[in-house]
């Protein structure tokens, strides 16, 4: 099965480029945007390396330009997934003999291949048309985190290969045979980070597995461009077929087949858990027990203590919340506030919400793009106007929306007196703060009320100079992130260094650009082998005094 020792070094994190004004990247970058925008691409599903084309289309459009189509996608059925089926299983074999050293070397190439200038510029200019990222969002995930997870995802597999039984006694010898999965392996990604469109179907192709690959709807054309930089590094026909279409109509014939042998998913917390109620009444059709990883919803928190500095507060609530408008898994969506402390905060966060620019990516003086489709501007929207109408709560920025021409809505901070109110529990995904101000003498009651709030634990943050302060909400905050940040904001985690994932509702908390990860698409075997076998059965104990 290949556990060849190679010495792949701990990698480097990719480097972010600026994009600042006059730098070559940005005229490079600037140059494929318009090379994209200016061409229709049909999108076809690619299996067993062969490009099927449906007919049953749908279009890809701009979020901040939605009459603007980019790209028009052939949808897969289930006529489709039981071909991808038959593909992959049939890729199996050789892909699961092949060393991992081999599998290992493919990848690492992709990320090679994605930090050249072709395919990072196509890559980041895809996600900025289709999933309306600016610049900077869309390199630190298009280039630089997915770069990343395929580096140090290949490091994480060495170790992995590597941990065998610590002991063989003399006369024998013990091995630890890290098997991929006995079956397929479903990545379905949501729309929000190519990076993880990206890592889904690759981490499970690494330790051997073959893959369907199902990108989200609204990110269909970055999903085939990842495809094609798959292809282009190597991964052989049939490791990943690439099945865009609609959740249910790839997901059922998918999870229904004695085959399938793990989702690696990442998207909403509803959508995650009807699927794992699918894996549970097909449990008996399947060969062995799926295993099931999913990162799911959020509502991140930043907690304060009267010892922060406001400063600090305010910027990471800015960068926190309304980054990439808010659609991050980890984006700050509720904050908690001292009363000592609200009067400045508010000032400095109501001046700095006004500087913020917000329109298309194209143009790079904007901070805030659109949001990615009418769907997620119906569901943002109703918050913001549930929020209007409350009499516990008040809008003091934003609270402005417009989708005449793209799916825009302006950075909205509430303030509720409800620790409970709505928007402090539920996951908005959008440009949306909540923030709750409370009597400065009661941090610890207030950190309660904080841990208790709401279903999910992903991210959370303290800011705090006190360090008994930290050290109280470290305590009582314990189970209410998986990700945890001492004075700063809670998004932005980097592979290598904050592996990421969250427990509660938010996911099954396997670390996504971890051994953690990685581990979970291995079925090890154990082997024992005698060198000198005994030729009788009689044990000392049995002889006669
Ligand atoms: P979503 O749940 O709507 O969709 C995710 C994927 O599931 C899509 O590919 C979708 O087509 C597919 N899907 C939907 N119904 C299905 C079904 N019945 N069977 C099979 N597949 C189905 O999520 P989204 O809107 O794309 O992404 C936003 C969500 O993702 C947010 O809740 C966010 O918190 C979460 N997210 C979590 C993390 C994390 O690491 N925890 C990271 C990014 C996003």
């Known amino acids: 099965m290949g556990n060849s020792i190679f010495n792949i070094n701990l990698p480097k994190n990719e480097p972010i480029k600026s994009y600042a004004p006059g730098s070559p990247e940005k005229a490079a970058l600037k140059k494929r945007i318009e090379e994209l925008k200016n061409q229709v691409l049909e999108i076809p599903l690619i299996i ?96 630089c985190e997915l770069i990343d997870f395929f580096k140090f995802n290949a490091y994480y597999a060495q170790q992995i290969y590597g941990e065998q039984p610590p002991h063989s006694p003399d006369g024998q010898w013990n091995k630890l045979e890290y098997r991929p999965l006995e079956g397929f392996v479903f990545a379905v990604s949501p729309f929000n980070f190519t990076s993880i469109a990206g890592n889904l179907p690759t981490s499970p192709a690494l330790m051997g597995n073959v893959v369907l690959m199902k990108p989200a ?19 052989p026909d049939g490791v990943i077929n690439f099945v865009p279409g609609s959740g249910s109509q790839v997901g059922n014939p998918v999870m229904n087949s004695p085959h399938f042998a793990g989702i690696h998913f990442t998207g ?41 500095d406001f400063k600090e507060v305010g910027t990471a609530m800015i960068r926190g919340a309304f980054e990439y408008q808010g659609q991050k898994c980890s984006a700050a969506s509720r904050a908690y506030v001292p009363v000592s402390m609200w009067n400045k905060l508010q000032k400095f966060l109501l001046a700095e919400i006004k500087t913020l620019k917000m329109g298309p990516p194209e143009d790079f003086t904007n901070f805030v793009n659109a949001v990615i489709d009418k769907n997620a501007f119906d569901s943002i929207t109703s918050y913001i106007n549930f929020a209007k109408k409350a009499k516990n709560a008040k809008i003091i920025a934003g609270g402005n929306y417009d989708d005449s021409k793209g799916y825009f809505i302006k950075p909205t901070v509430i303030v509720t007196t409800d620790p409970k109110f709505k928007t402090m529990e539920e996951e908005i995904f959008g440009p949306v703060l909540t923030i709750y101000v409370y009597p400065t003498a009661k941090y610890k009651e207030t950190l309660h009320i904080c841990n208790e709030t709401s279903v999910y634990a992903l991210t959370g943050a303290i800011f705090a100079k006190d360090r008994e302060a930290v050290i109280q909400a470290d305590k009582i905050l314990v189970n209410a992130a998986g990700n945890f940040y001492i004075n700063d904001k809670p998004t932005g985690a980097v592979v290598g260094q904050q592996p990421f994932g969250g427990a509660r509702a938010s996911g099954t908390n396997d670390k996504a650009g971890s051994y953690l990860n ?14 000198i076998p005994p030729t009788d059965y009689r044990y000392p104990f049995l002889e006669e005094e």
Not at 518 to 531: D, V
């Open 268 to 308: 909403s917390t509803p959508v995650f858990q009807s699927m794992w109620r699918i894996v549970g009444e097909n449990i008996a059709k399947y060969k062995s027990y799926p295993r099931i990883v999913g990162e799911t919803g959020g509502k991140d928190f930043i907690f304060v203590h009267k010892s922060a």
């Open 217 to 235: 709807s609204s990110a269909v054309y970055t999903g085939y461009w990842l495809m094609k930089l798959f292809q282009a590094a190597g991964v």
């Open 518 to 531: 990685l581990i979970r698409w291995t079925s090890p075997r154990t082997i024992k082998e005698n060198f």
């Open 48 to 143: 067993g390396g062969k490009e099927i084309k449906t007919g049953n289309m749908a279009d890809c459009v701009i979020p901040h330009d939605h009459q603007k189509v980019i790209g028009r996608y052939h949808k897969a059925g289930k006529k489709e997934v039981e071909m991808a089926i038959d593909a992959a299983l049939k890729a199996r074999e050789s892909w699961a003999a092949m060393d991992w050293t081999e599998r290992a070397a493919i990848f690492l190439k992709a990320g090679d291949l994605l930090a050249s200038p072709y395919w990072r510029n196509t890559l980041n200019a895809a996600t900025m048309l289709a999933q309306s990222k600016n610049a900077f969002q869309a390199e630190i995930d298009s280039a």
